[in-house]
């Protein structure tokens, strides 16, 4: 009864707020999506066209779909914004929020950097798939420029953007330059940042200026043929691999030297740098092991490949990611972020640097 | 279709580790539960028993009889920890996640300090409520000490932990020395950290060694004469006040100036710590108004009356929060609570040493 109450006397102060402007809605497609390598004719939010490469789980197929990374950006003199979107009724998980996983998280460009505004708040009950919120009001005078990342953990069926029936809107070109792909785990896909503003692919993008293209697919990126035959052929300045979070050793082993051979082959005189997975020393003493075997194995692999290869680097802080610093033992909270993006963000500035790459 | 498969594989996935391990289960209320200021007659899970005090709200009745803050702790010689338990099904909330809201958060004792383990997850989903899991296994041999939060957002119906068969456990006393009252909104309540150990309460807690009582109670705390009328008799060594969240400024100016002086009144001796609320600034300007003035009307009051009360102080470190720490422009992400704790604790300390509270 009470949850009625509330859910009426929300729907009446949203109403109302939105009863006092008229608005004007603009097709998030009109102002331009950005963070893909490039768009897919299946929807201009997904991140991947799965559908050239064969052999690919039910569990990627579903993550390509999704807007992990994925942006647009505006300019607009309206004293609020508001945004309507749809999404999929994907199930959602506990250990991130349900503001990473179908919510929007809002930037708005201050003294040339980009600052935190708000969140498209969702509610956390998989049928309701359609929301309409004011993001943010009463903002600063005169126009503002904006940067509005997607969800990570479902795919957009549909997104406008709401501002003041007279106000202008106009979208933008992407503020990063070039297109650096990183490839990686559920850590790369954004789990378990508070909002998609907050994953390290977003925090490198905003902190450097330069594009890091989300390819971060929970659970699934272990070097398969089907994701190496991908990459080879996307158009990138640069490749970021948080490659060793998924795979066993074992596939690592068979894996890894022909993958970088084949990826030097396709891309020559492109960096390749490969992020040693951050973790926490677990107290469960077979994970602890297998952890410890996995990255000795890959960072000896790696040793001998960044010798063969003068692009292919290995960049493997120790101890990243220090006390209460995942959500789960695993996936990095906001603190976590934090420090690894601390921690690596430049040296990968510096090699990028080395190849021309580098931000306004 | 798919979603069937996968309960139906985690099913037996838990079935069959449950089914190699012959475990015992034992009730929590037998090991005893521990961060109340006193256990109520209604549930040993309830935080508060309303019912002397008339006029609460439903929300406060219904975050009253939630966990947060409460944990168990014991000693057990099994190689793993299971926990089976139950919870309300209270609707969830998209600016937290689920491991908080209705889950678990162990600890272990190492050297001397209290180490994350790892945590009880629980579907996303209102109807579930009803959870069974192996939190850790393959422990070090012999004793080790645990400690268990409870979760913030829920109330708990039934918590039994398992043990192998053939083990040993056994309910510890609390680690934590004194009771300091925590008087709070949402932030002290735990909003948005990512589990229950990572609430500021719980890392006071922790690092100095002494009991910070959550008495966090999201959007209610406004020193409601209720609350008054509960905090005057309660038994307690300190009291820290998270005050300035939840109230107008025109409620501060009302009630600010009797909440204190009844408070000295009914604990002569005691430390009165108030916290300043961090927040960060708001594009809204309306918003940012508000706050500033909430603010520098406490700020004020609260000058007078720590010259007034030898024993009453504020805490008022600038810009604590800094940049990407909060999950919504609210509510303090890991990061946030991170630094909330760096700035404040010393402080804290300070002062109840003062009084002869300190940890072990």
Request: hydrophobic content about 40%; some cysteine.
């Given at each position: 009864m009470?949850?009625?109450?509330?859910?009426?006397?929300?729907?009446?102060?949203?109403l109302?707020?939105?009863a006092k402007?008229?608005l004007?809605?603009?097709?998030?497609?009109?102002?331009?999506?950005?963070g893909?390598t490039k768009?897919?004719?299946?929807?201009p939010?997904?991140?991947?066209?799965?559908?050239?490469?064969?052999?690919f789980?039910?569990g990627?197929?579903?993550h390509?779909?999704?807007?992990?990374?994925?942006?647009?950006?505006?300019?607009?003199?309206?004293?609020?914004v508001?945004?309507?979107?749809?999404t999929?009724?994907n199930?959602?998980?506990?250990?991130?929020?349900?503001?990473?996983?179908?919510?929007?998280?809002?930037?708005?460009?201050q003294?040339?950097?980009?600052?935190?505004?708000?969140?498209?708040?969702?509610?956390?009950?998989?049928?309701?798939?359609?929301y309409?919120?004011?993001?943010?009001?009463?903002?600063?005078?005169?126009?503002?420029?904006?940067?509005?990342?997607l969800?990570?953990?479902c795919e957009?069926k549909?997104l406008?953007?709401?501002?003041n029936?007279?106000?202008?809107i106009?979208?933008l070109?992407?503020?990063?330059?070039h297109?650096?792909?990183?490839f990686?785990?559920?850590?790369?896909?954004?789990?378990?940042?508070?909002?998609?503003?907050?994953?390290?692919?977003?925090?490198?993008?905003?902190?450097?200026g330069?594009?890091?293209?989300n390819?971060?697919?929970?659970?699934?990126c272990k070097m398969?043929?089907?994701?190496?035959?991908?990459l080879?052929?996307?158009e990138?300045?640069a490749?970021?691999f948080?490659a060793?979070?998924?795979?066993?050793?074992?596939?690592?082993?068979?894996?890894?030297?022909?993958?970088?051979?084949?990826?030097?082959?396709?891309?020559?005189?492109?960096?390749?740098?490969f992020?040693?997975?951050p973790?926490i020393d677990s107290?469960?003493?077979?994970v602890?092991?297998t952890?410890?075997?996995?990255?000795d194995t890959?960072?000896?692999?790696m040793?001998?490949?960044?010798k063969?290869?003068?692009d292919v680097?290995?960049?493997?802080?120790?101890?990243?990611?220090?006390?209460e610093?995942?959500i789960d033992?695993?996936h990095?909270?906001?603190l976590?972020?934090y420090?690894f993006?601390?921690?690596?963000?430049?040296?990968?500035?510096?090699?990028?640097?080395?190849?021309?790459?580098k931000?306004?």
């Amino acid at each position: 009864m009470r949850g009625v109450v509330l859910t009426v006397i929300a729907l009446i102060a949203t109403l109302s707020a939105f009863a006092k402007t008229e608005l004007k809605w603009v097709d998030a497609t009109e102002l331009g999506i950005h963070g893909h390598t490039k768009q897919t004719d299946k929807s201009p939010y997904y991140r991947f066209d799965h559908t050239p490469y064969e052999g690919f789980s039910k569990g990627i197929i579903k993550h390509s779909k999704e807007s992990a990374g994925l942006y647009i950006t505006f300019k607009t003199n309206s004293p609020q914004v508001s945004a309507s979107w749809e999404t999929s009724s994907n199930s959602m998980l506990d250990n991130m929020s349900g503001i990473i996983q179908r919510g929007l998280d809002l930037y708005i460009k201050q003294n040339g950097k980009w600052e935190f505004v708000g969140v498209g708040r969702v509610p956390v009950n998989a049928k309701v798939t359609k929301y309409k919120r004011c993001i943010i009001k009463n903002l600063p005078n005169g126009e503002n420029e904006f940067l509005l990342y997607l969800p990570i953990w479902c795919e957009i069926k549909r997104l406008e953007i709401g501002v003041n029936a007279d106000a202008e809107i106009q979208g933008l070109p992407s503020p990063f330059r070039h297109k650096v792909v990183v490839f990686g785990s559920s850590i790369t896909h954004g789990a378990s940042a508070s909002r998609a503003g907050l994953t390290y692919t977003a925090l490198l993008s905003r902190n450097l200026g330069i594009d890091f293209v989300n390819f971060g697919f929970s659970g699934s990126c272990k070097m398969q043929p089907q994701f190496l035959e991908f990459l080879k052929g996307v158009e990138a300045d640069a490749f970021l691999f948080d490659a060793f979070s998924n795979p066993t050793t074992d596939q690592i082993k068979e894996r890894l030297n022909n993958f970088v051979d084949e990826m030097v082959k396709s891309h020559p005189g492109k960096p390749l740098i490969f992020l040693m997975t951050p973790f926490i020393d677990s107290i469960n003493s077979r994970v602890y092991k297998t952890r410890i075997t996995r990255r000795d194995t890959a960072a000896e692999m790696m040793k001998a490949l960044s010798k063969k290869h003068k692009d292919v680097y290995l960049l493997d802080v120790k101890d990243v990611l220090g006390k209460e610093s995942t959500i789960d033992g695993t996936h990095p909270n906001d603190l976590g972020f934090y420090r690894f993006v601390n921690a690596y963000q430049t040296k990968i500035a510096k090699i990028l640097k080395k190849y021309g790459i580098k931000g306004k």
